[in-house]
């Protein structure tokens, strides 16, 4: 689909959607437990694709209203009968595949970009705590055959590619026998999402010690999550702050409470660019006033996701946006470094791309047909390169179904002159 985006204007106020980050844990570890019920989800492509595994793998999931009933399965994942498919979402990939590391053993397969995301360094771990994971074309990629089990053991861990592989074990390593300790080699980049998933064992009554360089983690435990209520996502909200930023409106974004997602940094990076923004902390309500933008310097290493929405402001703000530490960027739905230079590229922007992130001369935008490279976060953060730019149309603007599939409704509701279509 094309969505075509003119200059416009927005205001008024909107809610964010519930985090993705925190439903897919809630879900797995509702599910890996007794089960309970998962309060105010997202319900996105890719949080389907976890309930669809989690199914895959012995729990029973209703949606009814605003809230996912979890019957789980106490423990014990059940082998699969199938292959699992885990379609767009790299989270579910690496969790799942942890998770079926705990039974006989799965195949998990996904779409096109899935195939080409790294899992090396999961897959080295899974083998080292007893159990055997390999990928089918022996290029660390999906598909992956998983065969159980990890008992538990030592293993270290390469933290310079995905936060996603330690969570994956932080999650299944507490149901194996035996005591697991992980070892955590170079940065650990995304950290917080690796706080995430033990804020969230630890409301399961999971425990894990750790000073983020090792992690010892008892086997033989079991989870209770009750009842959860999922939080707004910062990263979706980078998109409406932005817009209310590039176009110098007045916004106002509710759901936003203080959390331990990274990307609630967004709000300070938009402060150190000289929007004006009051919080609401206990509300959850932020007004932001956009206005002129200076540039800034970034370090991207524990927001990977605000990487795209960075690289729209610093093309609109006035001087130099260096954004670095970014390398992890690149194993994302895309190449999100490189699609991003080429897209805002195409726009006027004077865009330069280096291994380990960007570096942007500010300006103008101009309208221009640009790519959302079938990936959520260049299709939102074009949209609103496109309301200041005016004159934009961008392909594959379907995709924003994996994390906000009301984007573009909730665009149009405050303004922005949007139409999906084709
Ligand atoms: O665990 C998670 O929920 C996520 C971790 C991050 O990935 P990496 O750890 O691979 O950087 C982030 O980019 C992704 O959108 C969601
Ligand atoms: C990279 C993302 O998610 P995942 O890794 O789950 O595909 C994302 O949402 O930007």
Redesign the pocket.
């Known amino acids: 689909m094309i969505a075509s985006v003119e200059r416009s204007q927005v205001s008024g106020e909107v809610a964010v959607p519930p985090s993705?980050?925190y439903t897919?844990?809630a879900i797995t570890i509702s599910a890996l437990g007794p089960g309970g019920s998962v309060k105010r989800p997202l319900l996105s492509a890719d949080t389907r694709a976890t309930i669809a595994a989690a199914e895959a793998l012995g729990a029973e999931i209703a949606i009814e209203g605003e809230t996912l009933a979890v019957a789980g399965v106490g423990g014990r994942p059940k082998t699969p009968d199938n292959v699992i498919d885990v379609e767009n979402s790299?989270?579910t990939l690496r969790i799942m595949a942890a998770v079926a590391a705990l039974t006989d053993g799965a195949v998990l397969t996904g779409d096109a970009s899935i195939r080409g995301r790294p899992n090396g360094p999961l897959l080295k771990s899974l083998n080292d705590l007893g159990g055997e994971a390999f990928s089918i074309k022996r290029n660390d990629c999906a598909p992956l055959v998983v065969r159980g089990k990890i008992r538990g053991g030592r293993t270290v861990l390469d933290g310079r590619?995905?936060?996603?592989f330690l969570?994956a074990l932080l999650i299944s390593c507490p149901l194996a026998e035996d005591e697991a300790e992980i070892v955590i080699d170079g940065e650990l980049?995304?950290r917080p999402?690796a706080e995430?998933?033990l804020e969230m064992l630890e409301e399961a009554g999971g425990k894990v010690e750790t000073d983020f360089e090792r992690f010892f983690i008892q086997g033989g435990q079991r989870y209770h999550l009750e009842e959860y209520t999922v939080p707004g996502d910062f990263?979706s909200a980078s998109y409406l702050l932005a817009a209310a930023a590039v176009t110098g409106s007045r916004l106002m974004v509710r759901g936003l409470r203080p959390s331990r997602q990274g990307d609630s940094a967004i709000v300070s990076i938009l402060r150190d660019m000289g929007a004006k923004i009051s919080w609401d902390q206990e509300k959850g309500d932020l007004v932001i006033e956009g206005g002129d933008l200076e540039g800034v310097e970034v370090d991207a290493s524990l927001t990977?996701?605000l990487v795209p929405t960075i690289a729209v402001l610093g093309s609109l703000a006035r001087g130099k946006t260096v954004v670095k530490n970014a390398e992890?960027v690149r194993?994302?739905e895309t190449d999100r470094l490189s699609a991003m230079a080429m897209e805002l590229s195409k726009m006027g922007a004077d865009i330069e791309e280096r291994p380990d992130g960007l570096v942007i001369e500010g300006g103008r935008l101009e309208g221009a047909i640009v790519s959302g490279h079938h990936d959520h976060r260049i299709v939102m953060a074009l949209t609103v390169a496109g309301l200041a730019a005016g004159d934009t149309r961008i392909d594959t603007a379907e995709s924003v179904s994996v994390s906000y599939p009301s984007f573009f409704e909730d665009m149009a509701r405050i303004g922005c002159l949007v139409e999906v279509g084709g």
């Open positions: 993705k980050s897919h844990r790299g989270t590619v995905s936060s996603q969570s980049k995304s999402y995430i998933t990263s990977p996701d992890h194993h994302k």
